[in-house]
Structure formats: structure tokens, C-alpha cells
């Protein structure tokens, strides 16, 4: 038996998610079919974590058991060519047969992206949430500082209590203008439902200039999800990586 | 009576091309319907040209009269306002009366696209041709020499015989590579239907190894559609710009 990592990548647009749902096109099932026509038999993978319908993925990691003998290149393209163009298949390796691809993530990345320029780019509309003011980066990057370290995020999570806990520890976070473009890189042992939009939605209340700065330290504080920003849109969302022991 | 000169980027991918269809949605179209927003009067546009169903602009250019009173930025943001997301205005000037932005086009340039990376880019399937191939991109480019200059492209039209002629010129024809993507730019003074997209889809058999370098000379001087290679999908295929005096 072998246990292979997969790193994915894909457009979110048009999936419902990742996680395999009765009646929807989402991306494990369309991935568990491909590897199940490669390999004859129906693997089942588990993934460092689901993402939303809408959102991005660059370096999605999962893992499934198989017997097929394939070298990794050879089924990194065999699988890749059973695949539809908005999944891709950058990375295909052996793994030891104890790992686990959610269990075993150390911390995850991601990037949410938005279009502030003053026409908005049409081709973006995907891939980007568009703001139709124009955002303060500096002010935002900021206002960010309070976020970093280990905090409780109940401010800034959907759902509660739907975990044992909300406390996440985010040990990088920038926000960048590149271009007409604005990046939101945040790194973190972990996440709760929609935090990264959360925090996207809050610093985009800052950069308007609708909060000033020390709001962010406030609704961190409050523990309280209503007095957060409100969630951006799923499709400037993108899984950036994960990173394993 | 004002001319009003527009500089146009859609995004092709959900529109029936540019022209007004009964029962389709087309660039024109909507953008007309913006503008009679806007006015509260009709007027009708003249563009460059056409575009095709799923091609991309990112400097179309069209014109039309008007009489409404609004300086040209707020009448940029009140037509803008009015647009989907797949469409917008980089920019709005007046001009002559008798400017027409279609017979005094000076030259257009297009660019297309091609994504010969191993794996594919999932983000790229709406705006680039893919090529399971790597394509050799020096060899491309010497092969499109013999394309430089005044020429009889009747081999790389289709739908022959639909114009007076079918020689034109082309000013500019540059291959490069960028990252995983390949960009095929052409400049003329002006493009038969299904030029570039003849042209790219000659090239890309030459890039994969198909052709050898000489067959595009063959194919010119031959002065049939048939000896051409095959008309490249629509979606790699940009109008970069469009010159005028």
C-alpha cells in the first residue's frame, strides 16, 4: 500500500466547494473520479482542510492510499489527464503511510485579493473582490498588527461554537499592493470558518476609511463575531500553500 | 454635438463578440444600453471592429455621438457604473466630429496567448490557448519572419472571398515567452477574419515540432486557407490596441 501527497491547485468558480456533496460538481469528487478511472479502484482523499464554494486553491494538499505501482510522474499525468482544466495537479509524491494531510498540517497560508482600481480589471472579476474605493494599504497593513500572535478569533469566525476552541496563532501577515491589486497574506497554525474573509472584510473597512485603525484591536477584543467586518466574497480567496513537518 | 471616443476591456468570455445579435449577449449591446442609461437617449457605436464570440479586448476602441453635457470622467464613472463587471472603461475623450474609430484605425495590434506549462494553469483556461506541448518559442519566432511586411494572407483568412483584397501588412510580430505562458503579438494595418488566430495556430504546430520552420512560407505563398494550420481557439486572442493619426 502507498500513501500519496497530492498538492492541487484550482479555480474555484466553478465548484461548490471541495467537499464532496450529492448532486454538485465539487473538487474532490471530481478528483476521487479521476484517480478511481487512473487507478481501477475508488481511493477516498482526505484534504488539509475544505475550502468554500468560490474559493482558490494554489497548493491544496491531500492524501490517499493505493496499490497502483505507477512512478509519480507517470500518475501525476495520468490522473492530470482525466482531469477538467480548472483542477491541476502541480505535485504527486510518496509520503510515509502515517501521513495525514489535515492532521499532520503544521500551519496554512492563504491570500485574499482585491481589485481597487478605479475602472476595475474585467479580467479579475473572478479572482479578485472588487472595491470601488480606493483602499489605504499602509493604514490597513497597520491596523493588521494586533491580529498577529495568538489570539482568541471569535471576532472573526462564522459559526460559533463549532469548535473546542477559537484560539489560532497567525505568525505572518501582510497586506501588499501589487499593481491594482491588493494582497492579504495570512499565515496561521490553523483557521476557523471564514477567518481570512472576516479579516479581509474588517481591514477593507479600515482602508476605505470607514473604521480607523484601533477598531481592529477593538473587535478583537470583543470576542464577538457581530461587531467584526463583514465576510468578503469567496472568489478573492485563494488556499496558498501548507506546510508540514 | 459631441464625438465621443471610448477605450474599452472586456472580458469575451460571456459575450456572444461584439456585435449586436437579436438574443445574444454582446459587448455592443450592453454597452449601448449603458450609455442610453446614462444619456437617456440611444446612440449607436461604431467600434475598431468586431470581435469574436470569447475573444478579449483590452483596448478596443469605439465612437458615438452625443449630446449630453457631462465632463468626460463623470460620464466615464456614470457609463462604468452602469456596466457589468465584464466590461470597462480605461478611458473617454472627445474628438472630431468626423472621427470614425473604425475607418481611421491606422493599425490594431493583437496579442494571443498560449500556456504550454506542464501541468496547465487552471486560472488561465478562459484567457489562454493550452498546449499539452511545450512549444520551442526561438523557432516560432523565426518561423513568423516570412510574415512580416505587405503580404497576400488569403492563407490565413477564412471565409473567403469577403473583402476586396486580402493583403495587408504587418508592422510588428513578436514571440515571447513569459513565465509559462507564450505571447504571440501581431500589429497590421489591418486583420482578415481569423488572422491571428490562423497564424497562432501555424505557429504552434511549428513550436511543437510538427512543421518544420519553411512551411510557413509555403503557406503564404500558397494563398489557400487549407495548407494553413488550424484556426486557434478564440480565447487566447486579445485586441491589445488600436492607433490612430
Known amino acids: ?15 461548490w466547494g471541495w467537499q464532496t456533496q450529492p448532486g454538485y460538481r465539487t ?23 475544505r475550502t468554500d464554494r468560490g474559493t482558490h486553491a494554489v497548493g491544496q494538499v491531500a492524501n490517499f492510499y493505493t496499490t497502483c505501482k505507477l512512478d509519480c510522474e507517470t500518475f501525476r499525468k495520468a490522473i492530470d489527464f482525466r482531469l477538467p482544466e ?3 495537479l502541480p505535485d504527486i509524491q510518496d509520503v510515509a503511510i502515517s501521513f ?17 482600481s478605479p475602472q476595475g480589471n474585467p479580467f ?11 483602499l489605504d494599504v499602509p493604514k490597513m497593513l497597520s491596523a493588521s498588527r494586533p491580529l498577529l500572535g495568538r489570539h482568541d478569533f471569535h471576532s472573526f469566525e462564522t459559526g460559533w461554537p463549532n469548535r473546542l476552541s477559537s ?11 501589487v499593481g491594482d491589486l491588493i494582497w492579504i497574506d495570512v499565515e496561521a497554525d490553523g483557521f476557523l470558518y471564514n477567518m481570512v474573509r472576516a479579516i479581509a472584510g474588517t ?43
Open 100 to 116: 495525514d494531510a489535515n492532521k499532520d498540517a503544521k500551519r496554512k497560508r492563504y491570500r485574499y485579493v482585491i481589485d481597487d
Open 203 to 245: 481591514l477593507i473597512n479600515v482602508g476605505r476609511g470607514f473604521w480607523p485603525e484601533e477598531k481592529v484591536s477593538e473587535i478583537l477584543l470583543a470576542e464577538d463575531r457581530t461587531v467584526g467586518g463583514p465576510t468578503a466574497p469567496a472568489h478573492g480567496l485563494y488556499l496558498m500553500r501548507v506546510t508540514y513537518d
Open 27 to 49: 473538487v474532490q469528487e471530481t478528483l476521487e473520479h479521476a484517480i478511481a478511472e487512473t487507478t481501477g479502484k475508488r481511493s477516498v482523499l482526505r484534504a488539509s482542510g
Open 167 to 177: 484560539i489560532r496563532t497567525i505568525t505572518h501577515l501582510s497586506v501588499n499592493r
Open 1 to 15: 500500500m502507498r500513501n500519496i501527497k497530492l498538492t492541487i491547485s484550482y479555480d474555484g468558480t466553478d465548484f
Open 124 to 134: 479579475m472579476r473572478r479572482y479578485a473582490c472588487r472595491s470601488r474605493f480606493r
Open 86 to 88: 480548472d483542477i491541476s
